[in-house]
């Protein structure tokens, strides 16, 4: 959502016009404004930590060989 991409911005710090400029984002071919691409880590992140419980957490940490 817009709130979404100016809350990024504002705690990134990152302002490009991409991501907060519509009439920079269509001149540039896009329909609208660019989220921020570490929204989506963002949003995993929390899949993950608030969603998934600790036995499903485990098991894509196995699947995804990741070790000590």
Same mark, same amino acid.
């Given at each position: 959502t817009e709130q979404l991409i100016d809350n990024f911005?504002?705690?990134?710090?990152d302002y490009n016009s #991409?991501?907060?400029?519509?009439? #920079?984002?269509r001149q540039k071919?896009?329909?609208d404004r660019i989220a921020h691409g570490n929204i989506?880590?963002?949003g995993l992140s929390?899949?993950?930590g608030m969603h998934m419980g600790t036995t499903d957490v485990m098991r894509v940490?196995?699947?995804?060989?990741?070790?000590?």
């Open positions: 911005a504002n705690l990134s710090g #991409f991501h907060m400029r519509v009439d #920079f984002s071919g896009f329909n989506l880590c963002c929390q899949l993950v940490i196995v699947i995804s060989g990741v070790q000590d």
